[in-house]
């Protein structure tokens, strides 16, 4: 059981390139999320994805676009990376009365 | 007011003691409560659950959360160097929209 599956696990981006974060969990859950991760800061959400077909903004959504494909994955794209997107990337899922659960991370540079 | 404050510490604490970790929330809407653990360069792991004021065990963890309150807590008996991590305390709603996280208590346990 692979849980939460999110690639690559690091990446490194010149300013202005494009890239899509993959994330795969195999558990059902209905919501799954983006986090990233600095210094200081904490978890901040991104975006979110309460059930397959919807997504909203969470508390850093800008730069950023996202995908939920199906029931089982939800990919986030940045179009233009900036250097104030280097930072660690985290895709979790959840359930009611499960808990949530979280991918190993994405470590992003751009420079 | 934030919706979650944690104190981020740094604790530090001897082999065997107890270790008492907090955080106050002040959204009402919050139905479901998370512990964390998080080492470092790893993702966050689940480690307590639950949505009920009261106590909730798990061998030398106990999670306690009084919602007339707005607090919760982690506790950790017989604390080991295998402890030292950042713990990360979190709340839920039942829609699956919101998932806050508080930004981490780093607790290190000398041998």
């Known amino acids: 059981n692979a849980g939460v599956t999110q690639t690559p696990k690091f990446q490194v981006l010149k300013t202005g390139q494009s890239m899509t974060l993959q994330c795969a969990q195999d558990?059902?859950?209905?919501?799954m999320y983006w986090y990233r991760q600095d210094p200081g800061m904490g978890l901040r959400l991104i975006y979110y994805?309460?059930?397959?077909?919807?997504?909203d903004k969470g508390e850093v959504p800008n730069g950023y676009n996202v995908s939920r494909l199906n029931k089982r994955e939800f990919s986030l794209r940045l179009e233009s990376a900036a250097p104030s997107q280097t930072s660690v990337y985290f895709c979790?899922?959840?359930?009611?009365?499960?808990?949530?659960?979280f991918g190993q991370g994405t470590r992003l540079t751009v420079v | 007011q934030k919706e979650v404050e944690q104190d981020p510490g740094p604790l530090s604490v001897p082999e065997g003691a107890i270790v008492s970790l907090n955080c106050t929330y002040s959204n009402s809407a919050f139905q479901y409560f998370m512990w964390y653990r998080q080492y470092s360069r790893k993702g966050p792991e689940l480690l307590m659950y639950?949505?009920?004021?009261g106590n909730k065990e798990d061998g030398r963890f106990t999670a306690q959360v009084d919602k007339s309150s707005k607090y919760i807590s982690l506790f950790i008996r017989d604390s080991q160097p295998s402890d030292s991590a950042t713990y990360l305390c979190?709340?839920?709603?039942?829609?699956?929209?919101?998932?806050?996280f508080g930004k981490g208590t780093t607790l290190s346990v000398s041998s």
């Open positions: 558990m059902n859950h209905n919501s």
């Open positions: 979790a899922s959840s359930e009611v009365e499960r808990g949530a659960f």
């Open positions: 639950t949505y009920s004021s």
């Open positions: 994805s309460a059930s397959e077909g919807t997504t």
């Open positions: 979190a709340w839920a709603n039942q829609a699956g929209t919101a998932l806050i």
